[in-house]
């Protein structure tokens, strides 16, 4: 029943000088691609490189929300195929990824949010995803603590319901999916730090690293919020993502309360029970670009408020701890996902601000076929950078962004 | 109810003052002074609580509240931690966790299930086959978890928030805290002092052992407390919680009230020039086996229950110690009447030989170099096994109680937090703060010193250093305080012993998530070789306790399993608050305020039912009757008023204010006459419009417009953003909150407005699209606009908002001939839809840009030199077809008119629905939609996809737009 005590993903290897591919960045997209390289390719002369331990990043810091309702026909499909994968990946990895698809409720505060809903809700309905519109009393059944009185700021109308989504353990994914690569033969060297790419007209030629050069002829860099910084470093690419702190803290341990995702867009707050029955709540981002993962007395005390409102019942619970992560936010909250186009062999995918869980098992699966065939899924085509220089942004959220001053 | 000590110096309880309480039903009595878990045990409880994960005995162990042990649900509210909350007559206090009593639990079996649950044991279960995982999952919800809250729960009590400054913040009412207050108060600053518990005092508070010259350190505490607290610069908050630091020394904490206060507790968030923290330390957990059996407890825990609670901890109690500190608490404890069998000391050598001496004259048996290895005793101790620390020689001795310390842990959490950074320290086998953030000190007893004159004296020199940084203190002071320290004894040597020879099987690491330092070991060999990995991996840290009790030890042992040669591994990160904190104290209370427009209350009272929008509270409707039929044919028939007064105005004046506007407006503003409105749009980098208004010239330079009421807030910050690098000479003003605007709308709207201005409003004198101002009787200033949203002829009067009423009931009782009736937001939604006026956000989204929306025509093609934002954009995207555009559409045979948010669709999706109504003007349903490029033909067919519509389409075909008045005549009027 118990695997043995030993390393889960493979015995501390020396870096060799050439590998196949090498991935930049030990987080969940790495991790995924490197496993469906490895799976579906057959391509296991990989070598992952993280800076720090896998899953330091953004994948140990996010709240492992995981769903498929979101606004575009380009994301959905992405999505939707990203929430079917996490029982298969359970089943694969032979590790307990713990998916609770409890729901999610999001929470709509006036008519015209409710409008707004509707055509999420129909986009997901069109693709196959079970999503409804659902009214305050409807909520109400589904989450007793939720207060839908009219005395609080922001009256709740009613919620767009997701039954299929919910939460995955975050930490799982990350050792499971490097558990998985590693046993085909994937190398995961940690503690090792990515300093620069080689080319030769216009190829990939090596990946230096502070252990030494690495030869190879394909590179992905997905290294979360650190993935615009190391292109325009490595490259020169100029990337349209401006990095973010969002924070996310947890209350003590309770019994089950929450059998729901609850989310707010007007309290830019959400809240969901894990399995060892903490509240998880963040939502919003600090509206200054950083790279720190520094946590700030506003944003605890604005969650605090929040929950107060809409779900009082919490009044009575401790906040036991609260963390810091960045999000990598791009003009139109979507991705950039590119390869062979700026440089041959020089693949990238970041911009996933705080969408990067929820959806790394399908990309990672599409980067790795982009990456073996050296041709773009379709469903990956309108990623790539070349929309913004085009003026085409994806339409992910209604509203404009206003996270910077020059949305 | 045992007899309590009653004459005692250090005593906190007065035993003549009975408090009831409730306890599992039954009620019990403590006395005043007690904490909850103080009142329990002299009530003869010893378990208070199980384990989360094996549902182990747990009792009273530091009672400071670093662990899970004694939390308990108290009047409804989970997770109270009974040793550091204060009784209270009428509490009801409950177990958790337990199925039957904490005493006996009919869970407890699960101890002995541990083989089957080595670290991270749930990833490699549970998930074959796939079936079993979501009832598994069930039962692990219902398993994991402390305490209960009902959904229903309603906090009582009131939670206040205050956010002081101050010069100087000190974290810590110890001596060395105190002293750090002293200094800098005595340069005449103005300090804060934060101590955690009721009193001032520290861990020197409850010691009756000698300061100096035959005064007690509890003597020394009083003296120090009372110089402290007639210091009138110096603001005292005691029973405040420091619980986070941030950049710029804000600190964070939060007060529990007196019964004379008015709060029940009060979040503080203060700013302080410079911050001395003298957090003092904790015990350092003795890892050996069944290391937190009730009766197993730290030296601190022991002396305070009889020191400052008044009772003694048990009978007889064996100690197993590496401080001085346990040596001390031996001799105070054996003068009040327990029977100690034997000391075993870590230590080979380095006691004081004072209290060695005094444990000698006692006749305690002491063993140097010596451990206890195992506490036997199903529920409480019964017995224990104490072992030379080579587990050579072995001794077992009767007790109820076990004293059990490795040494101290400095609490470094307000310093970590603001990141300073750890270096292991060999000599203190601490981990010491080290590049301290900017203005801030740490000071006392978690810098490694004992002696209490060295405390007190890096107190007062963290005190003067904090001055310095408030230019009060000279430099030859600060080098006279640290000479002073140097004659001092500097910080005293900590034992080094991590675990006692065990194998460690139930040699807990961390008591909340019960981790053993077997399961330490596994996560090890699995891969997980660093603390923050093994953290997540293993559960140590993660409970409510925050790391409290797994704290140094983790990383000791983490380094030591893996014989890395030098300690490089740090402990897992520290992150706020550093104690655990109620939502609603965080919470305080609530800031979201809403924006009332002049005419609220006016509105309310007509039966306007409100919404917010944005900033704002606005009027939606004025019937229950959401779709507004009676609104919207008042309007087209007659006459209505809408309360515009959200919509955002601005002034901009100033040799450069047309350059400004040009920068940001896609019209040219230059052909803009006086006495005349220009409609216009802004756009952002990629053409996409942000916002669109009216553009008046007011005079030479001198500009008013207006924006959308969601755009008001940004306004500024966009212009100015825009024109960062130009350097031009203009000034912007933001009117919105002063001005008020009424929207009087309908084909009898100049009926009205002539009763009530002395100027020509006839078409001629006052035609569509012009300006005017004018006075109305002579006091109000109205600046008026012809406008057309709505379809119908309307005046938009903007007029200063303290006006706005006066003139509303002016117009209102003019139009009382007409029925002149109110009409709100939604109602306007449906008109201006008919006319096919766009509402930004609602025809737009965040993709479509001015040509997309059809708005092309406001963009002059031939103002260059302007860089106006957005239109290198729109040339580049004005040859793209690809692009979705806004339709207008009619519904086939009649049918009704498609949910807004529809979907339009083929086999994928093409499009969707804006705004769509079943129109009543026009006795059709019309709407419009985004949609792609090559549908946009007139005459193109539509199919609606709905939610919840399964499969079932409704169609539509694209016609020419407006559906309204097409030529406009009515507007023009």
Redesign the interface.
């Known amino acids: 029943?118990?695997?043995k005590?030993?390393?889960?993903?493979g015995k501390k290897n020396k870096l060799k000088s050439s590998y196949d591919v090498v991935l930049i960045g030990g987080g969940l997209h790495s991790l995924a691609t490197a496993y469906y390289l490895a799976k579906e390719h057959g391509i296991t002369d990989v070598a992952i490189i993280e800076k720090n331990?896998i899953?330091y990043g953004g994948a140990?810091r996010n709240t492992a929300i995981v769903r498929a309702n979101q606004r575009?026909?380009y994301n959905v499909p992405l999505y939707k195929e990203a929430l079917d994968l996490w029982?298969v990946l359970?089943?694969e990895l032979?590790?307990?990824?713990?998916?609770?698809n409890c729901g999610n409720l999001n929470l709509m505060?006036?008519?015209?949010a409710m409008?707004?809903?509707?055509?999420?809700?129909?986009?997901a309905?069109?693709h196959g995803v079970e999503?409804?519109?659902i009214d305050a009393k409807q909520a109400k059944e589904l989450v007793?603590?939720l207060n839908i009185s009219d005395d609080i700021?922001?009256p709740i109308h009613g919620a767009m319901y997701h039954p299929p989504g919910g939460v995955v353990?975050h930490?799982?994914v990350v050792?499971?999916l490097a558990k998985g690569a590693a046993k085909m033969g994937v190398e995961i060297h940690q503690h090792t730090e990515a300093t620069g790419i080689q080319t030769k007209n216009g190829k990939v030629t090596a990946v230096v690293t502070d252990k030494g050069v690495i030869n190879t002829k394909q590179v992905l860099l997905s290294a979360g919020g650190y993935s615009a910084a190391l292109i325009h470093g490595f490259l020169g690419i100029k990337l349209p993502i401006s990095v973010l702190t969002i924070q996310a803290m947890v209350?003590?341990?309770?019994?089950?309360?929450l059998d729901h995702v609850v989310s707010s867009g007007?309290y830019h707050c959400y809240a969901n029970?894990t399995?060892?029955?903490e509240i998880a709540t963040g939502a919003h981002m600090d509206p200054w670009p950083n790279y720190t993962t520094?946590?700030?007395?506003h944003y605890?005390?604005h969650?605090?408020?929040a929950?107060?409102?809409f779900l009082?019942?919490?009044?009575?619970?401790?906040?036991?701890?609260?963390?810091g992560g960045l999000a990598d936010m791009t003009?139109?909250?979507a991705p950039i996902m590119d390869g062979n186009e700026q440089v041959e062999g020089f693949f990238m995918d970041c911009g996933w601000g705080y969408f990067g869980f929820k959806s790394c098992s399908a990309v990672g699966r599409h980067m790795a076929d982009f990456m073996a065939t050296n041709t773009c899924p379709d469903i990956l085509k309108p990623f790539a950078l070349k929309r913004y220089k085009?003026?085409?942004?994806?339409?992910?959220?209604?509203?404009?962004?206003?996270y910077s001053?020059?949305? | 109810m045992m007899t309590r000590f009653n004459h005692l110096p250090t005593l906190k309880i007065n035993t003549g003052d009975k408090i009831p309480f409730t306890y599992k039903g039954k009620t019990f009595y403590g006395v005043k002074g007690d904490t909850i878990a103080t009142a329990l045990y002299a009530n003869g409880v010893r378990i208070y609580a199980r384990s989360?994960k094996y549902h182990r005995p747990r009792g009273l162990y530091s009672m400071n509240g670093e662990c899970s042990n004694t939390m308990m649900e108290v009047n409804?509210?989970?997770?109270v931690r009974t040793e550091t909350t204060y009784l209270k007559p009428g509490m009801v206090i409950k177990e958790q966790n337990v199925k039957g009593s904490a005493e006996n639990d009919l869970l407890g079996f699960i101890d002995k299930m541990d083989w089957a649950m080595?670290a991270g044991?749930?990833?490699?279960?549970?998930?074959?086959p796939?079936k079993i995982?979501p009832v598994a999952?069930k039962q692990?919800?219902?398993a994991?978890?402390?305490?209960?809250?009902?959904?229903?729960?309603?906090?009582p009590g009131k939670y206040d928030e205050i956010f002081p400054t101050c010069d100087v913040c000190v974290i810590g009412g110890g001596h060395a805290g105190m002293k750090a207050a002293l200094a800098a108060a005595q340069k005449g600053l103005r300090v804060i002092l934060m101590e955690a518990r009721p009193w001032l005092g520290g861990d020197f508070e409850y010691r009756t052992s000698e300061y100096l010259d035959s005064q007690t350190h509890h003597e020394r505490a009083v003296q120090l407390a009372k110089e402290v607290e007639k210091t009138e610069n110096i603001r005292v908050f005691t029973h405040t919680a420091n619980v986070?630091t941030?950049?710029n020394n804000?600190v964070?904490g939060f007060q529990i009230g007196k019964e004379s206060d008015s709060f029940t507790e009060r979040?503080i968030?203060l700013r302080a020039n410079s911050v001395v923290v003298a957090t003092g330390c904790i015990e350092r957990p003795l890892l050996f086996e069944n290391n937190e059996r009730p009766g197993v407890m730290q030296a601190g825990c022991a002396l305070r229950l009889a020191n400052t609670y008044g009772m003694l901890p048990g009978k007889t109690a064996v100690f197993s110690i590496g401080h001085d500190l346990g040596l001390e608490t031996a001799a105070t404890l054996h003068d009040l009447g327990l029977s100690i069998p034997v000391i075993a000391d870590i230590r080979e050598d380095g006691q004081d030989p004072k209290l060695l001496k005094a444990v000698l004259d006692r006749k305690i048996t002491i063993l140097k170099g010596w451990v206890a290895t195992e506490a036997h005793g199903s529920k409480q101790v019964k017995k224990v096994t104490i072992k030379s620390v080579d587990a050579t020689v072995s001794k077992t001795f009767d007790c109820d109680v076990l004293v059990a310390s490795a040494g101290f842990t400095p609490l470094t959490g307000p310093l970590v937090?603001n990141?300073a950074k750890l270096t292991y320290d060999n000599h203190t086998n601490f981990f010491l703060p080290t590049d301290l953030p900017k203005k801030m000190y740490a000071a006392g007893r978690l810098l490694g010193f004992e002696n209490a004159e060295s405390i007190e004296a890096s107190g007062h020199l963290a005190g003067l250093k904090a001055a310095y940084d408030c230019e009060n203190c000279s430099i030859a002071e600060l080098g006279d305080a640290k000479k002073a320290m140097e004659t001092l004894p500097g910080p005293a040597r900590g034992t080094k012993l991590i675990t006692a020879p065990v194998k460690g099987r139930k040699t807990f690491i961390c008591f909340d998530e019960d981790v053993s330092i077997k399961n330490i070991k596994?996560s090890i060999?699995?891969?997980f070789d660093?603390p923050?990995?093994i953290k997540?991996?293993s559960g140590a840290g993660?409970?409510?306790g925050?790391g409290g009790i797994p704290g140094h030890n983790l990383p000791l042992f983490t380094a030591k399993y893996q014989a890395l040669p030098d300690i490089r591994i740090k402990p897992t990160?520290v992150?706020?608050?550093l104690v655990?904190?109620?939502?609603?104290?965080?919470?305080?209370t609530?800031?979201?305020m809403?924006k009332r427009t002049p005419m609220d209350e006016m509105q309310r009272k007509d039966g306007g039912i409100f919404?917010?929008?944005g900033v704002w509270q606005r009027a939606?409707y004025f019937s229950k009757d959401?779709t507004c039929k009676k609104e919207i044919e008042n309007v087209r028939n007659n006459v209505g008023m809408l309360d515009g007064s959200t919509l955002g105005k601005f002034r901009i004046h100033g040799p450069d204010a047309l350059n400004a506007l040009q920068r940001v407006y896609v019209s040219d503003l230059s052909k803009i006459k006086e006495g005349r409105v220009k409609y216009t749009a802004m756009c952002?980098?990629?053409?996409?419009v942000?916002d669109d208004g009216v553009v008046v010239k007011l005079g030479e330079n001198d500009y008013y417009f207006s924006t959308s009421t969601g755009r008001a807030g940004?306004t500024i910050?966009?212009i100015r953003?825009h024109t960062r690098y130009e350097n031009w000479d203009f000034a912007l003003v933001n009117l919105t909150d002063a001005m008020g605007v009424i929207n009087l709308s309908g084909p009898n709207a100049r009926k009205v407005l002539e009763k009530v201005v002395d100027i020509d409003v006839s078409n001629e004198g006052f035609g569509f699209s012009e300006y005017k101002e004018f006075t109305i009787a002579d006091t109000i200033p109205v600046k008026a606009m012809r406008l057309g949203f709505v379809g119908e002829l309307s005046y938009e009067l903007h007029v200063p908002a303290s006006y706005m009423k006066s003139l509303w009931l002016m117009l209102n009782e003019a139009g009382k001939e007409f029925n002149i009736q109110n009409f709100g937001v939604?109602a306007q939604n449906v008109l201006r839809m008919e006319k096919c006026h766009v509402i930004l956000?609602?025809e737009s989204?965040?993709?479509t840009?001015l040509l997309d929306i059809g708005m092309g025509f406001l963009w002059s093609r031939k103002k260059t030199g302007y860089k106006t934002v957005g239109v290198a954009?729109l040339i580049?995207?004005e040859k793209?077809n690809n692009?979705l555009k806004l339709v207008g559409f009619k519904m086939e045979n009649n049918g009704r008119a498609p949910?807004?948010?529809?979907?339009i669709?083929d086999d994928?999706?093409l499009g969707?629905v804006c705004t769509a109504r079943n129109s009543f003007s026009l006795n059709e349903a019309v709407g419009m939609a985004l949609v792609q490029g090559d549908m946009s033909k007139i005459g193109t067919r539509l199919a609606f996809?709905?939610?919840?519509?399964n499969g079932e389409l409704i169609y539509g075909t694209v016609v020419e737009t407006p559906f309204y008045d097409p030529e406009g005549k009515r507007m023009k009027m």
Not at chain 1, 390 to 402: F, W
């Open positions: 029943m118990f695997s005590s030993k390393p889960m993903w331990y899953g140990g575009t026909q029982p359970t089943r032979d590790y307990n990824l713990m998916f609770n505060h006036s008519e015209a409008n707004a809903a509707r055509m999420n809700v129909a986009t309905q069109f999503s409804h519109l007793p603590a700021t922001f353990r930490d799982a050792w499971g209350t003590q341990p309770l019994k089950p309360l007007a029970q399995l060892k029955g520094l946590t700030t007395a605890i005390k969650q605090a408020e929950l107060s409102e009082p019942a919490l009044r009575g619970v401790r906040f036991m701890r609260i963390w003009p139109d909250m085009e003026h085409k942004l994806m339409g992910e959220t209604a509203a404009l962004m206003s001053p020059d949305n | 989360l409804g509210i989970p997770n080595p044991f749930y990833y490699d279960t549970m998930h074959k796939a995982w999952m692990i919800r219902k994991a978890g402390i305490g209960k809250l009902s959904p229903d729960h309603h906090m986070g941030y950049n804000l964070t979040y968030e937090i990141q596994q060999n699995k891969g660093v923050e990995l997540r991996f993660l409970g409510p925050q990160t992150r706020p608050p655990p904190t109620l939502i609603a104290t965080y919470a305080g609530n800031h979201t809403f919404r917010n929008i939606r959401f952002n980098d990629d053409g996409c942000i940004q910050e966009w953003y939604e956000g609602q989204e965040q993709r840009n954009a580049q995207a793209d692009r949910k807004d948010g529809a979907l669709v994928r999706v969707h996809y709905e939610d919840e519509c």
